[in-house]
């Protein structure tokens, strides 16, 4: 057992293999009952000792019950989900970079403590990891006008204030923080780039996946609000909603997802990226969108990247989900993407040289959601900024068919052991043998990223667009995206 203290009090943690971790760590106070849909308010502090052996609540969530659940699925939440957790080699020392993960889900799960995000090999390479929970669904990410916006954001905000008064009494460096998430973790990132409240308080970032499209406009975000009252019978403010319960608003999140996403059928573009739960800019915490507000703020560098088949599991999903299948790819989807013989001429003549239907919907939705807003972001930024791509799949599958949102987070934490400990589930989605070389050289570029500013490869310049391949052997590439990047071009 390994004790330290913080502002709030004394903790105690528990020590692996010579490394230290402490959870269930309260860097706000519970954001429901009197705290609901207010700002993240100060954490309570306490007497004695506090134990810091096991992981706390997550917010509140829909049960994932999707095959890899006993990795990134969330046991618990409850109302005291405010917390975050810490693993580090040695709190005694001074000055060790720290990374900080904002999980993903959508804005509608996850935990910065479930163990496929442990921060075990992070600190084994010298690095402080946090991981931390914020609000989610409705109760994080619904916009009141002029009442409360971006919750969510600002409980991440308010954790990283919370580091940089109290991550020197783990062994960590305030002034060396790197900021990390995939998915809606990595819209995170890019948001907090734009965020005024964020500045100053971390000096790197990396953004697996993201959006930097992704944000909406107050009149948008209070259309859903209203769409969500109405359901609920109560007015759209947060007075009306403080008093419904917890397991109700959960389960109205969930249906609010489903109506939101179910607009792809009408070709709807505001349904691509699938949830509702946004966040807002033209707002105090968020004036302006990621892309808008480059070169507003200090010089933070910046990795980034996105993976070949990004929306392949959609793909598939709707393929199976007959007779939806062919209104959704055919014509929902295709119209939604504005798909015309121009974009399509792009991806049949690019590098990949994709025709069909599903492969070319599936190509450019990933595209659309994901590498031409990304690729957007690192084009206008003065600040340094280095691209990746993510190609590598289980080579019993179809060619430049699976390489799919998230197959990187165990590749990232160099943990490919933990996701093939899960047995069949893994061994269908990996393969048998995924290539622990992969793992080392993908965990390398982010630890060397968080240690010197630099993932090892060149920057991203307009001239060379040079991108780092993450593959069975990786390399960097001059303009990976090629003609598919080209035909985005005044569209996305």
């Known amino acids: 057992m390994t004790r330290v203290t913080i502002r709030q009090g004394t903790l105690e943690g528990a020590d692996v293999d010579g490394l230290h971790f402490f959870r269930n760590i309260p860097y706000a106070a519970p954001p429901f009952g009197a705290n609901r849909f207010r700002p993240p308010q100060p954490p309570a502090s306490w007497d004695g000792v506090r134990d810091a052996t096991r992981p706390g609540p997550g917010a509140p969530q829909p049960k994932d019950e999707s095959p890899l659940a006993a990795l990134y699925g969330v046991p618990e939440t409850g109302e005291d989900c405010l917390t975050l957790e810490v693993w580090t080699p040695d709190p005694g020392a001074a000055g060790l970079p720290v990374m900080v993960h904002i999980h993903g889900g959508g804005y509608m799960s996850g935990s910065g403590s479930v163990p496929g995000y442990s921060g075990e090999h992070f600190a084994r390479d010298g690095v402080v990891h946090v991981g931390i929970n914020y609000r989610l669904g409705i109760d994080g990410f619904l916009y009141f006008d002029g009442e409360a916006e971006n919750l969510g954001l600002q409980d991440q905000t308010a954790a990283l204030k919370w580091l940089n008064e109290n991550i020197s009494a783990f062994g960590g460096d305030p002034a060396q923080v790197t900021i990390f998430g995939q998915s809606g973790g990595a819209v995170s990132v890019m948001l907090h780039l734009a965020m005024p409240a964020s500045q100053g308080l971390f000096a790197g970032a990396i953004a697996q996946s993201g959006c930097s499209l992704s944000s909406v406009v107050p009149s948008e975000a209070l259309r859903i609000t209203k769409q969500i009252a109405r ?20 389960s109205s999140a969930q249906s609010a997802m489903v109506r939101y996403a179910l607009g792809l059928l009408k070709g709807d573009p505001r349904a691509l990226l699938l949830s509702p739960y946004r966040a807002v800019e033209g707002t105090p915490t968020l004036p302006k969108s990621p892309l808008a507000s480059v070169g507003d703020f200090a010089s933070v560098p910046l990795l980034t990247g996105t993976l070949r088949n990004e929306s392949a599991p959609l793909i598939n999903g709707i393929s199976e989900a007959a007779p939806i299948a062919a209104p959704f790819l055919r014509r929902g989807l295709r119209r939604a993407l504005r798909m015309d013989a121009a974009l399509a001429r792009g991806y049949r003549d690019g590098p990949r040289h994709i025709t069909g239907n599903s492969p070319l919907v599936e190509a450019a939705w990933s595209d659309w959601g994901f590498r031409i807003p990304t690729i957007r972001l690192v084009e206008k930024r003065p600040e340094p900024s280095w691209l990746y791509e993510f190609r590598w799949q289980n080579p019993a599958l179809p060619a430049d068919s699976a390489s799919f949102h998230g197959l990187e987070n165990p590749f990232a934490r160099d943990d490919l052991a933990a996701i093939m400990a ?70 996305r």
């Open 231 to 250: 359901k609920l019978g109560v007015p759209a403010t947060p007075d009306g909603f403080r008093n419904v319960s917890i397991a109700r608003t959960e």
């Open 422 to 491: 899960l047995g069949e589930p893994a061994v269908e989605l990996f393969g048998e043998d995924p290539p622990e070389q992969l793992a080392r050289d993908m965990h390398g570029a982010f630890v060397r990223f968080a240690k010197t500013g630099n993932p090892g490869w060149p920057k991203y310049q307009s001239e060379k667009r040079e991108t780092m391949v993450f593959n069975s052997t990786s390399g960097v590439e001059d303009d990976a995206a090629g003609l598919e990047r080209e035909a985005w071009a005044g569209r």
